[in-house]
């Protein structure tokens, strides 16, 4: 029976939570791309390979040609394009399931170590951490943000405990971020933020973080060093100035990753509810004291999430280390697993894999084989390439990265910020919404032709305008060409 004892050996709980929750992601990740702007991603990286340089002016739309554009995610992106051309769809998926696995492990570190080596509770409460924001985990330089969010909460555990070594990690990390996402501020604010609540003092069971005075210089210290490398970008002080975006009501209003939670959403009812209120409950229930910096880290997540909900990812890995300290107190029975428990899960964690090879040769090919023909208009992109459909082309939002991809110049595109300037952003939302402006407004672009989804108003009105006809129709687009006589009137009365 040594066989049996090994095998037990091996079988510890921890291990096999962690593995099959990876496996889970990793076969979640292999399905087919949705998101609207990973194309244009793609297509942003290999532009950057094939000029060896990193473009400052808009190489993609017509509307916004040559006007000046922050490229704040150029390494992600590139990464993201020599992967896709040396490896295919397996090469962006494995870099997903990287940064997730990552992201988890860096986690399931953290709650050991806030949780003093509750291993199990651990592996749980890290799992949670991504599981809770899993609708948000798509292949977009965000990844990166999130990873390195829950690194730097482990690092700054370790400066707590004492270990100010790990400020040394910090310098090479804010470099990374800072050229691989527009979001290096939240590391730069963590930083400080550590320092400033190490002067908090005890609030009831909320027990303050104690930390020396010299750990607090060398964490403002870390802070003006980080900023200084944060500038080490093509962008310089651009990158810093995104989160100003979010005082932009048009695009905050427009663009739905930036709007407020919908609680009657699907997710979110059986989602991110429940999760909060597992947070919630195990803090309630604790009867030991609670970090303060934890609490009022998720705090702090939650109430960004009610007003973006791109924060969720955030408030899901803030919530890992409550949740260890939580679990910790109410399910010591895990601690001591019984032989059947470890067999059953063992035998779940054996299904996971199963299905994990199963799904890996699905993974083959290029990544265009991988784009889901009903999120983006492949057959109606194809249609325009092939045919002469004559221009200026108007696009729906969602449909733009994927004709970046395609090497059709855009309208407007998921790059929000450069088509703000002009109004243009706003006359296309005027044209989507069919404004009052809109048949104005189609004259004053001179558009001859536009790709849309079926039931847009817009759609709709294009559909029983004489001036129109369609052409080309999918279930998920519509090509629109403008008649020639009207075209031709539109062209002289511009002129």
């Given at each position: 029976?040594?066989?049996?004892?090994?095998?037990?050996?091996?079988?510890?709980?921890?291990?096999?939570?962690?593995?099959?929750?990876?496996?889970?992601?990793?076969?979640?990740?292999?399905?087919?791309?949705?998101?609207?702007?990973?194309?244009?991603?793609?297509?942003?990286?290999?532009?950057?390979?094939?000029?060896?340089?990193?473009?400052?002016?808009?190489?993609?739309?017509?509307?916004?040609?040559?006007?000046?554009?922050?490229?704040?995610?150029?390494?992600?992106?590139?990464?993201?394009?020599?992967?896709?051309?040396?490896?295919?769809?397996?090469?962006?998926?494995?870099?997903?399931?990287?940064?997730?696995?990552?992201?988890?492990?860096?986690?399931?570190?953290?709650?050991?170590?806030?949780?003093?080596?509750?291993?199990?509770?651990?592996?749980?409460?890290?799992?949670?951490?991504?599981?809770?924001?899993?609708?948000?985990?798509?292949?977009?330089?965000?990844?990166?943000?999130?990873?390195?969010?829950?690194?730097?909460?482990?690092?700054?555990?370790?400066?707590?405990?004492?270990?100010?070594?790990?400020?040394?990690?910090?310098?090479?990390?804010?470099?990374?971020?800072?050229?691989?996402?527009?979001?290096?501020?939240?590391?730069?604010?963590?930083?400080?933020?550590?320092?400033?609540?190490?002067?908090?003092?005890?609030?009831?069971?909320?027990?303050?973080?104690?930390?020396?005075?010299?750990?607090?210089?060398?964490?403002?210290?870390?802070?003006?060093?980080?900023?200084?490398?944060?500038?080490?970008?093509?962008?310089?002080?651009?990158?810093?100035?995104?989160?100003?975006?979010?005082?932009?009501?048009?695009?905050?209003?427009?663009?739905?990753?930036?709007?407020?939670?919908?609680?009657?959403?699907?997710?979110?009812?059986?989602?991110?509810?429940?999760?909060?209120?597992?947070?919630?409950?195990?803090?309630?229930?604790?009867?030991?004291?609670?970090?303060?910096?934890?609490?009022?880290?998720?705090?702090?997540?939650?109430?960004?999430?009610?007003?973006?909900?791109?924060?969720?990812?955030?408030?899901?890995?803030?919530?890992?280390?409550?949740?260890?300290?939580?679990?910790?107190?109410?399910?010591?029975?895990?601690?001591?697993?019984?032989?059947?428990?470890?067999?059953?899960?063992?035998?779940?964690?054996?299904?996971?894999?199963?299905?994990?090879?199963?799904?890996?040769?699905?993974?083959?090919?290029?990544?265009?084989?991988?784009?889901?023909?009903?999120?983006?208009?492949?057959?109606?992109?194809?249609?325009?390439?092939?045919?002469?459909?004559?221009?200026?082309?108007?696009?729906?939002?969602?449909?733009?990265?994927?004709?970046?991809?395609e090497h059709i110049p855009t309208f407007v595109d998921g790059r929000t910020d450069i088509f703000l300037e002009n109004n243009t952003f706003q006359d296309y939302m005027d044209l989507q919404n069919l404004a009052w402006d809109a048949p104005e407004l189609l004259d004053q672009y001179g558009f001859n032709s536009a790709i849309l989804p079926p039931g847009y108003a817009l759609s709709v009105y294009l559909s029983n305008n004489p001036d129109w006809h369609v052409v080309y129709q999918t279930d998920n687009a519509e090509i629109f060409v403008r008649n020639k006589e009207t075209a031709k009137r539109v062209s002289l009365s511009g002129e």
């Open positions: 029976m040594n066989w049996l004892r090994k095998l037990e050996s091996v079988m510890r709980i921890e291990l096999l939570l962690l593995l099959a929750w990876i496996c889970f992601f990793a076969i979640h990740a292999g399905a087919p791309l949705t998101d609207p702007d990973t194309p244009w991603h793609l297509a942003t990286g290999q532009y950057i390979l094939a000029h060896h340089a990193i473009p400052t002016t808009d190489p993609f739309s017509w509307s916004m040609r040559g006007k000046p554009w922050v490229t704040q995610e150029w390494l992600f992106e590139v990464v993201l394009a020599w992967l896709a051309q040396h490896a295919g769809f397996i090469g962006i998926w494995a870099l997903a399931v990287f940064l997730h696995t990552a992201t988890v492990l860096v986690l399931y570190r953290l709650c050991c170590d806030v949780s003093a080596g509750q291993r199990i509770f651990s592996a749980v409460a890290a799992s949670l951490g991504t599981a809770a924001g899993l609708d948000f985990w798509v292949l977009r330089p965000q990844l990166i943000s999130y990873t390195m969010f829950a690194i730097f909460l482990w690092i700054l555990s370790r400066v707590e405990h004492g270990y100010l070594k790990a400020l040394w990690l910090v310098p090479p990390l804010i470099l990374i971020w800072a050229n691989a996402h527009a979001s290096v501020s939240i590391g730069i604010i963590m930083l400080v933020f550590e320092a400033v609540m190490s002067l908090i003092p005890n609030v009831g069971r909320l027990s303050r973080l104690s930390l020396s005075n010299r750990a607090r210089m060398y964490l403002l210290l870390t802070a003006v060093v980080a900023v200084a490398i944060g500038f080490l970008n093509p962008n310089t002080y651009h990158e810093f100035m995104y989160a100003l975006l979010s005082n932009n009501s048009l695009m905050v209003n427009s663009i739905n990753e930036w709007h407020s939670p919908d609680f009657h959403n699907q997710y979110y009812k059986y989602g991110v509810i429940p999760f909060v209120a597992l947070v919630l409950i195990l803090l309630i229930l604790r009867k030991r004291s609670v970090p303060l910096k934890y609490v009022l880290y998720f705090g702090g997540c939650f109430a960004l999430t009610l007003v973006y909900q791109r924060f969720m990812p955030y408030l899901a890995i803030a919530g890992a280390p409550l949740i260890a300290f939580g679990l910790s107190d109410c399910l010591r029975g895990l601690l001591h697993p019984s032989r059947m428990f470890r067999y059953v899960l063992g035998i779940l964690m054996c299904g996971v894999v199963v299905d994990f090879f199963v799904a890996v040769p699905n993974l083959r090919g290029s990544v265009d084989k991988h784009f889901s023909a009903n999120a983006y208009p492949i057959d109606a992109v194809n249609y325009l390439k092939q045919h002469d459909i004559p221009g200026p082309l108007l696009n729906a939002y969602d449909f733009g990265g994927y004709l970046i991809y």
